[in-house]
């Protein structure tokens, strides 16, 4: 059956970096796009970008350019989310999701991983 | 790219149905037939119930429906379940291939 499972939660301080992976499981890695949606304490989900499984190419939301980073390691069918330079405001559990692009729907998600950045 | 427009929160009694809309704009919404929605529990991920707008990966109770009118999208959840509430969000593709959620909508069973 397909699986995506992330990494357990993280505690940074402000200015550190972070590696969030998603290693998917029960499908072809290459054959579906993966995408990142962040979702803040208490409030709703926002996509942040998705990565081409098969060229490496990723994609970035508007306000998700510059401090994040989507990559891939093929061989272990796992996605990556780096975020460097944290900040209070990336608080946060961060999904991974297997999705279908350029179609814009995702049909299973990785359980979320939490993210938080206090000093 | 903004966020599409949903009501922050709908109910109904069980056996009723709701339905909680989804308003975007021409980029998005109306440009194309690509909304979906997922019902998200407390602490849970996300789960995928509508894609392309009307259609229902298996699994999925055929007591939910999509349809979309313009810039309008809307879910209907019929012969509402107390399983049924959790929030609901909206999800379009936009230009450059980017997607854009709605703000959330939360479904209580009365």
């Known amino acids: 059956q397909v699986q995506l499972v992330q990494s357990g939660s993280e505690l940074k301080k402000p200015g550190a970096s972070v590696k969030v992976s998603c290693k998917a499981s029960?499908?072809?890695?290459?054959?579906?796009?993966m995408s990142w949606v962040r979702q803040a304490p208490g409030q709703g989900l926002e996509w942040m970008g998705w990565i081409n499984t098969n060229t490496g190419n990723p994609s970035y939301a508007q306000d998700f350019t510059g401090r994040f980073v989507l990559s891939l390691d093929t061989s272990v069918s796992t996605a990556y989310l780096q975020i460097s330079n944290l900040k209070a405001e990336d608080t946060a559990v961060y999904y991974c999701?297997?999705?279908?692009?350029?179609?814009?729907?995702?049909?299973?998600w990785g359980q979320g991983t939490l993210v938080t950045v206090s000093s | 790219q903004s966020a599409l427009t949903q009501p922050p929160s709908a109910s109904g009694s069980p056996g009723q149905s709701v339905t909680i809309s989804c308003t975007g704009t021409s980029r998005d919404v109306g440009a194309y037939n690509y909304v979906s929605w997922y019902q998200q529990h407390p602490g849970k991920a996300p789960k995928l119930m509508i894609y392309e707008v009307t259609k229902r990966p298996s699994g999925v109770p055929d007591r939910f429906s999509g349809s979309k009118s313009g810039n309008t999208a809307s879910l209907t959840v019929s012969g509402l379940q107390a399983e049924d509430e959790g929030d609901y969000y909206c999800c379009s593709r936009a230009g450059n291939n980017n997607w854009v959620f709605g703000g959330g909508t939360k479904v209580t069973v009365l």
């Open positions: 029960g499908y072809g890695f290459s054959t579906y796009a």
């Open positions: 999701a297997r999705s279908y692009q350029p179609r814009g729907w995702a049909d299973y």
